[in-house]
Every structure is written in structure tokens, then in C-alpha cells.
């Protein structure tokens, strides 16, 4: 099956080799590429926020001179944000959680950490991934394409929840974050969002991939070959099980 995958680091070089590898075979989607037979095009990249994966994966889809026959969307976490350089559109820094990466100056790094401190909500962020994602597989489901979704860090647990329980979630959040979305009508908002997205196969749903870790690679940091089996495993499960005509 002709194959497109995009995520994160869990899905690039994983913590082997540099950013932008995809060679190393143990990596749970090369595991899973030589188990069921899967020609795989991986445009995965360290880093990558959700926002950049569903870019790239819509970007894929519309350029490519191939028809996909499985697309695999490895989202991972809210709070990363992606900015290129007006002279250089290949050029760019994130915000990662707590870090900035490739500022590079002191001025650019105040710059974005201004960014990071005034103007990384979450939830706006959510909200917009939501929102791509819900028209990616309102495309592909016409194309006919199957999509299977993999919760790398948590994302799609939390769109679960707000499935769910959005008063819940709106109740968590402390007295700040509250007053400044005014009510809970923002979250019921969410919630219809989140109910438009189809969770039937999600590897991770319950534990994102971080949370089923056990071992580490080579940067001390990523998933291991242990837990990247695991992964393959799991992956390989869902697919079959959505591709029973194809394999």
C-alpha cells in the first residue's frame, strides 16, 4: 500500500541518527513498513507542531502526482509554534514548550520569548488543529482513503476529553484562563469540534506513545527499540484491521 506518514520527531529520526533520517530500522514505522508491506513516504520532521504536520500532510496530498492509499497522521503537542524568516522561507525557529530553538541573537530571543509568554494559547491552537483535521478527513473519507491517527503526546486524549466532558475540562483550568474565555460557551464550541472528529482508529487514545515509553534511544530522550516494537505493534494492529481488502 502506498503510504504517507507525517509527525513529529517520534516519527523522523526518533532519537537516532540527526533530524530528517528516516533510514534507521528501528523505528516503529520502518518495523511496521517491512511487516505488512507498506511503501512508505515519510515527510516527518524533528519538531513538528500539529499545526505543521496537518499543513504538510494536506500539502502532500494536493501536490503529489500519487494517490495515497493509507495516510497515518502522528499528531503531537499544542504548545509548539513554528516561525520562518521573511528573507529565508526555509529557514525558521520554534517555540517548544519551555524552549526556542535556532534563535539567532539575543534580540530574536527575546522576541520569542515575548511570543511565548503573551501569546501561546493553547487553545486557540487546538482549535485551529481541530479544524484542519476535520477537513482532512472529511477529504480523504470522500477519496475513500483510510486515515489512521496516532496520539504522540497527548493531543488526541485531550480532544477526547472535550468529547466528552467539556464543562469539565473548562473547569479545570484556573480562574485566569476562565475569565479571559468568558464562559463555558467556548468550550461547548470546542466540543462540537471534537465531536466532528472521527477517533474510531486512533493508536494511543488512552496512552499517547510518551506515555507508553519504556526504554530510550541513543539521544537519551526518545523512545527506544522496546518501545518503538510496541508502537509497530499496535500501528500494524490498527491497519490490518482498516485494510483488510488491501494488504
Known amino acids: 500500500m502506498n503510504t504517507l506518514l507525517c509527525g513529529c520527531s517520534l516519527s523522523d529520526y526518533c532519537g537516532w541518527n540527526i533530524v530528517g533520517d528516516h533510514s534507521d530500522v528501528r523505528t516503529w514505522y520502518n518495523i511496521t513498513a517491512n511487516a505488512i508491506g507498506l511503501q512508505l513516504t515519510n515527510v516527518s520532521y524533528g519538531g513538528h507542531s500539529n ?4 499543513h504538510k500532510i494536506n500539502k502532500t496530498l494536493v501536490l503529489s502526482p ?3 492509499d493509507l495516510v ?3 499528531m503531537s503537542s499544542t504548545n509548539r509554534q513554528w516561525f ?5 522561507f526555509l529557514d525558521y525557529c520554534i517555540i517548544n514548550g519551555g524552549s526556542i530553538s535556532n534563535a539567532r541573537d539575543r534580540q530574536e530571543q527575546s522576541a520569542l520569548e515575548t511570543i511565548q509568554l503573551k501569546f501561546s494559547n493553547r487553545l486557540i491552537e487546538l482549535e485551529k ?3 484542519s483535521l476535520i477537513m482532512l478527513q472529511n477529504y480523504l473519507e470522500v477519496q475513500r482513503t483510510p486515515i489512521v491517527l496516532i496520539d504522540g503526546m497527548g ?3 485531550y480532544i477526547n476529553r472535550l468529547r466528552q466532558s467539556p464543562d469539565k475540562v473548562f473547569a479545570k483550568l484556573d480562574p485566569v484562563c476562565q475569565a479571559e474565555f468568558g464562559a463555558p460557551e467556548y468550550f ?4 462540537i469540534l471534537a465531536n466532528q472528529i472521527n477517533l474510531n482508529n486512533v493508536v494511543g487514545l488512552n496512552k499517547s506513545f510518551i506515555e507508553q515509553q519504556v526504554d530510550f534511544a541513543d539521544d537519551r530522550m526518545h523512545p527506544g527499540e522496546v518501545s518503538n516494537q510496541l508502537y509497530a505493534d499496535l500501528v500494524c494492529k490498527t491497519i490490518v484491521n482498516i485494510t483488510k481488502d488491501k494488504i
Open 155 to 157: 493531543t488526541l486524549k
Open 72 to 74: 497515518m497522521v502522528q
Open 51 to 54: 499545526r505543521e504536520i496537518l
Open 66 to 68: 500519487e494517490r495515497f
Open 188 to 191: 461547548a464550541q470546542l466540543s
Open 84 to 88: 520562518f524568516r521573511e528573507e529565508n
Open 129 to 131: 488543529d481541530m479544524v
